[in-house]
């Protein structure tokens, strides 16, 4: 599975950024999906996570009503929506995408199987 990740930028604080990553693979309903992130000096971290279904998701406490994680298994595409940016947002952003075999997501990178490149995110104040 490639993971082509995209929709990064600069942006100023409160600006608004809608992240893309699209899957190369007839059967990405059978993958949880996952957006993390990696600020330099810093381990990365999740940022948000979604089911197979797209019925469940799961965004950082940091990021909780500013950022939506959605996907469209039509498309082989997951997006990551994030408003209200702060420069604390600055990062390298990547998408992830873990084999489920039940209706859930992973919040641990560890469970992800397939990587993107990444995307830069930065925000400026």
């Known amino acids: 599975v490639q993971l082509q990740a995209s929709g990064g930028g600069l942006v100023q604080t409160g600006d608004s950024l809608r992240l893309s990553c699209a899957a190369s693979t007839r059967t990405f309903n059978s993958y949880a999906m996952g957006w993390f992130r990696q600020a330099p000096g810093q381990e990365r971290e999740v940022v948000a996570a979604i089911n197979r279904n797209g019925d469940s998701t799961y965004v950082t406490d940091s990021a909780k009503g500013r950022f939506t994680i959605s996907r469209d298994n039509a498309k082989n595409t997951v997006y990551l929506q994030m408003n209200s940016l702060k420069p604390e947002d600055t990062a390298v952003y990547y998408c992830?995408?873990?084999?489920?075999?039940?209706?859930?997501?992973?919040?641990?990178?560890?469970?992800?199987?397939?990587w993107g490149q990444g995307t830069q995110v930065t925000v400026s104040s």
């Open positions: 992830a995408a873990g084999i489920v075999a039940g209706p859930y997501y992973y919040t641990y990178d560890k469970k992800y199987d397939y």
